[in-house]
């Protein structure tokens, strides 16, 4: 252990205890309006990780120099920062999620309940599946923004909102499975154990489907009496023009693109550049897009890349140490500290780890990635969109947590059994 590895362990759990507490910094700012600035700034959970990774680089640059310091932030790859900033904003736009809006509304009206519920219960059940197709960045911001009238509201008892939270994190995580690109942990092995779409469906993905029916039927079953339907849309939005078939399927295919590009940052890049000209090109027929939210998401998780980075000292030798059994549990409860696909990727680096294991682990991986914000990917995604609908408009982690633990309890069970 080299010094600069145990600053780097030691400013890595500052950063989860500032995870914790940045509710806490919420009422600070409050209380002391003379800084509240300050105060909120830090209480920004996005803003966390990537806080505390510049303090890593300037005590980097401390001990070792400033040119180790350079390379070591230009040395982490942060095509996953970039992809979900980028899938986030064209997956928000209004003719993406107006299209969606309407399918699901029309398959709402098939089923004999209240639209409003059939609504809730998809999108906590049908779309988190669809993040297997679309990724689960994009899943997570389509389900964020559907949901968000519906139970992320005045009106709706706090703790109902985070029993949501949980659903909706950890069925994103599990709903991923059932192909071989969609899931970041499952990316993060795909090719170096040779797991196609195939292998992912059969051994993944029908278990993790019965866990999101499971835990989005339940929800929804006690959100019921607490479900209104949706406001009437505002003066503004009625004026707003009808979206053209043509301009939706441009969006689609924007969206496409981005998705099948997603490991070749330079190309989704270029067409995200695309995508803003022509989303300026027509702008009657846009919401302003979520340009801040992605922002605040990729400098998330780009403090996470560079913080986590630090990590591998210690975690890779529990991992390589553990039994298939103890590699699960220990995986479910180290990805609420770390993010899952990095916990995954060092699984990949073992030489002649089993079969066994390497389900384990991926599955371990995966059921606990609802558990904390920084556990999967497109958390930060899901916190940035929905964290208004909360009490002084920040989630807690505590609260998160909570939400979230009958949930994972239920897609452990599933991978397990």
Do not use: C
């Amino acid at each position: 252990m080299q010094t600069i590895q145990l600053v780097g362990a030691i400013l890595f759990g500052l950063a989860l205890l500032h995870t914790f507490a940045a509710k806490s910094f919420e009422v600070l700012s409050h209380r002391h309006p003379r800084h509240a600035g300050l105060f909120h700034l830090l209480g920004e959970v996005e803003v966390v990780f990537g806080f505390w990774a510049f303090i890593l680089i300037i005590a980097m640059a401390l001990l070792s120099g400033g040119d180790a310091a350079i390379q070591y932030a230009e040395s982490r790859q942060y095509t996953e920062p970039l992809f979900v900033f980028t899938v986030m904003v064209v997956a928000a736009s209004r003719p993406v999620l107006d299209i969606m809006e309407r399918m699901l509304l029309v398959l709402a009206r098939l089923l004999p309940m209240r639209a409003e519920l059939a609504l809730v219960w998809f999108g906590l059940a049908l779309v988190p599946l669809t993040g297997s197709l679309i990724t689960e960045p994009a899943a997570m911001t389509l389900a964020a923004l559907m949901l968000a009238p519906l139970i992320f509201r005045d009106g709706m008892p706090e703790w109902l909102k985070y029993g949501a939270l949980g659903v909706l994190f950890v069925n994103v995580s599990i709903g991923g499975t059932l192909t071989a690109y969609a899931a970041p942990p499952v990316l993060m092995v795909a090719s170096t154990w040779q797991w196609d779409s195939a292998f992912m469906a059969t051994h993944f993905g029908w278990k993790a489907s019965i866990a999101v029916l499971i835990n989005a039927t339940v929800i929804t079953f006690v959100l019921r009496k607490h479900l209104r339907a949706p406001a009437a849309p505002s003066a503004d939005v009625v004026a707003a023009p009808a979206v053209p078939l043509t301009v939706t399927a441009i969006h689609l295919v924007f969206l496409a693109a981005v998705v099948v590009l997603g490991h070749h940052p330079v190309l989704f890049l270029g067409i995200f550049m695309l995508f803003l000209g022509f989303t300026q090109a027509y702008q009657r027929y846009q919401n302003p897009l979520i340009i801040k939210e992605g922002l605040l998401v990729g400098f998330f998780l780009a403090g996470l890349v560079v913080l986590g980075g630090m990590q591998q000292w210690w975690l890779q030798p529990i991992v390589e140490s553990l039994p298939p059994v103890a590699l699960f549990f220990s995986a479910l409860g180290l990805t609420a500290i770390t993010d899952n696909a990095a916990l995954t990727y060092l699984g990949s680096l073992i030489q002649g780890i089993s079969a066994q294991s390497q389900y384990m682990l991926v599955a371990g991986a995966v059921a606990g990635g609802g558990l904390t914000v920084i556990a999967n990917a497109p958390n930060p995604a899901g916190v940035s969109l929905l964290r208004r609908g909360f009490q002084d408009e920040s989630i807690g982690a505590i609260g998160l947590l909570a939400g979230a633990l009958a949930p994972t309890a239920v897609a452990a069970l599933a991978f397990l059994l």
